[in-house]
């Protein structure tokens, strides 16, 4: 069974710092991984897709990497924001488009 | 990308009593899916919906207490059957795009809260 973890629970940065927020996997053989963002109160957004083949996507300020052999998937987030405080997931695609959860990051942006 | 509509937003519900919740996709999907977020915790998937064939459901999960219906390609609808307070909880519901391949889009969610 496919187990998804994300470290750290919680973070709280200052605005303008680089940061990174791991997620990691226990069955390596995934389809693809996803990382999506949840506003308090809203639903997901989804942020990156990584094909099982690919080793990294880039979009804007964010750029997901995927390490399959050692089941890990890191979100980069450079010059953060105040905007960008959300909890952020990461989703191991399975057989039939079917999505493991981790259970998330809290980040916190400080103007 | 897809709009994904869910109604309702939110809802205050009775101990035993069943509540429908509505997911509409602006366009033809194959596959869409329903998840549970239960309160300070992250997403479980509860079924698959298809349309055309009966829900997949994953372990731990039921049809008589979680029956879904898929009539066409831009609708679903799950019930949440014979309510009780273990029952509050956000649900989700998601569509498959093709393009890119397997990206999920997700509704805004429906908060419910069981007395």
């Known amino acids: 069974k496919q187990e998804v973890t994300q470290i750290p629970a919680a973070l709280s940065v200052p605005e303008g710092e680089n940061l990174v927020l791991n997620c990691s996997f226990t069955?390596?053989?995934?389809?693809?991984l996803q990382w999506f963002r949840q506003d308090p109160g809203k639903g997901l957004t989804s942020l990156l897709l990584?094909?099982?083949?690919?080793r990294e996507q880039t979009s804007g300020r964010l750029n997901a990497s995927l390490d399959k052999s050692s089941g890990r998937s890191t979100l980069y987030i450079a010059a953060s924001q105040p905007g960008d405080s959300a909890t952020y997931l990461c989703a191991a695609g399975r057989s039939g488009s079917r999505l493991t959860f981790g259970e998330g990051t809290q980040l916190t942006v400080n103007p | 990308s897809a709009v994904i509509s869910q109604k309702p937003s939110r809802d205050i519900c009775q101990r035993g009593t069943s509540l429908t919740i509505q997911c509409q996709v602006d366009?033809?999907?194959?596959?869409m899916f329903w998840y549970r977020q239960q309160p300070g915790q992250s997403l479980t998937l509860i079924a698959t919906a298809n349309q055309g064939s009966e829900a997949t459901y994953e372990s731990g999960f039921v049809i008589d207490k979680f029956p879904i219906s898929r009539p066409n390609l831009t609708f679903s609808t799950l019930t949440v059957s014979n309510m009780s307070p273990e029952d509050s909880s956000i649900y989700l519901c998601s569509v498959e795009w093709t393009q890119p391949k397997n990206i999920q889009y997700f509704g805004a969610g429906t908060r419910l809260s069981v007395l």
């Open positions: 069955d390596s053989a995934i389809y693809n």
């Open positions: 990584i094909q099982s083949s690919q």
């Open positions: 366009s033809q999907v194959t596959m």
